[in-house]
C-alpha cells in the first residue's frame, strides 16, 4: 500500500506516468468514469478549503466511486479530543483510500503509520501540499509542453506557504530548471529548502524582493497569498499583505510567453484586470487539479 506524504513519494517516472495517465483522464474522460465503482473516498479536512477538498470529491465521482468526509475539525470527533492516529484506524474501516488536511506539520505522515488505507496529503501546515504540486506540474505540463528548461518566479509568502515548498522539491528533479524567489526578508524560502534542496542539488536560484525587475526573464511566475492564518502577529500580517501585486500594468514587464500560476485562493496579490491575459492560467490550473486526483486515486488504488 503506498501513500502520497510529499512529492519525493514518487520518482521522476512515476510522476511522468501519473501526469499522462491524468492528460489521458482528460482526453478519455469516459473511458474512466466506471473505474472506482464500489469504492469510497473520506476527505478528512481539519482546515478550510475549497480545491482541494471539492476536487478530490468531485475526482472521485467523476471515477464512478463515492465520498464522505469532514470539512472542519469542529463538526468531527477531534473537538472532542479524539487523536489523528484514532480518527484514521475508524476511517480505514468507513473508506478504501483518504484525503487529510491538517494545521499540523506531518498530522497526514502520523495517520499514514497508523492507517490501513492510502492516505494523501491535502496540505499539512506550512510544510507541504503535494497534491497542489501534481496539479501545477500538469498545467506546466500541459501548457509549456515541458517540466525541464524553465525559469521560474516563485513570488509572496515563501516561508509559509507549502505550495511553494512542494513545488521546489518536484522540479529540483528536473533538468535545467532556476529559481527567482522574490519575498519581502520577512517571508524569505526556509533554511531547510535553501540549503537541503537547492544548494545541495546545485539549482541556481536568486532571492530579490523586486517583482517587476524579476520578471522579463521569466518562463512561470507562481504567485501565493500572505496567510493570515499562519501569522501570529496581526499587525506584521498587515504589514506584508499587499506587498506584492500584480497588475495589468505590470504584465507589461512580463515576456509573452510567461505563464501566470497561482494556487488559489486569491486575495489582493493578483488584480482581477489579469484575469483575462491569455497568460493568466490559474482558472485553467483548477481543472487540471480534479484531473490530476483522479488519476491519483486510480494509481493508488491500483486501479490502472
Ligand atoms: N489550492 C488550495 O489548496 O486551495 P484550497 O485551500 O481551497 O483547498
Known amino acids: 500500500m503506498r501513500h502520497l506524504l510529499s512529492p519525493m513519494d514518487f520518482s521522476v517516472e512515476e510522476l511522468d506516468k501519473l501526469l499522462q495517465l491524468a492528460s489521458d483522464i482528460e ?33 472521485m465521482l467523476s471515477l464512478g466511486g463515492n465520498v464522505l468526509g469532514f470539512s472542519s475539525a469542529d463538526c468531527s470527533s477531534a473537538s472532542k479530543g479524539e487523536s489523528v492516529s484514532d480518527t484514521i484506524r475508524i476511517i480505514s474501516c468507513y473508506a478504501d483510500i483518504c484525503a487529510m488536511r491538517h494545521p499540523k506539520e506531518g498530522a497526514p505522515m502520523v495517520a499514514a503509520s497508523k492507517s490501513s488505507i492510502p492516505v494523501i496529503n491535502a496540505g499539512d501546515g506550512g510544510h507541504e501540499h503535494p497534491t497542489q504540486t501534481l496539479t ?24 509559509f506557504g507549502r505550495t511553494v515548498h512542494s513545488l521546489i522539491n518536484a ?30 542539488n546545485n539549482i541556481p536560484y536568486e532571492e530579490v524582493e523586486n517583482l517587476e525587475e524579476a520578471m522579463s526573464s521569466l518562463d512561470i511566475l507562481y504567485m501565493t497569498r ?44 493578483i488584480s482581477v484586470e489579469v484575469d483575462d491575459d491569455p497568460r493568466a492560467v490559474y482558472f485553467k490550473q483548477v481543472q487540471y487539479g480534479v484531473y490530476v486526483r483522479m488519476a491519483l486515486i486510480l494509481t493508488l488504488l491500483e486501479l490502472v
Open 226 to 269: 500572505v496567510q493570515r492564518e499562519r501569522f501570529f502577529n496581526e499587525d506584521e500580517y498587515i504589514r506584508l499583505k499587499d506587498r506584492y501585486i500584480l497588475t495589468k500594468e505590470k504584465m507589461n514587464y512580463a515576456n509573452e510567453n510567461m505563464l501566470i500560476l497561482h494556487p488559489l485562493p486569491r486575495v489582493n496579490e
Open 136 to 159: 501545477d506540474l500538469l498545467t506546466i505540463r500541459s501548457l509549456k509542453g515541458r517540466l525541464d528548461n524553465l525559469k521560474i518566479g516563485l513570488c509572496g509568502d515563501l516561508k
Open 27 to 59: 482526453k478519455n474522460p469516459d473511458k474512466y468514469k466506471h473505474m472506482c465503482e464500489g469504492k469510497k473516498l473520506a476527505t478528512l479536512f481539519y482546515e478550510p478549503s475549497t480545491r482541494t477538498r471539492l476536487s478530490f470529491e468531485s475526482a
Open 171 to 200: 522540479l529540483v528533479r528536473y533538468k535545467n530548471i532556476s529559481f527567482v524567489l522574490i519575498s519581502p526578508t520577512e517571508l524569505r524560502i526556509p533554511d531547510y529548502i535553501r540549503e537541503d534542496v537547492l544548494e545541495a
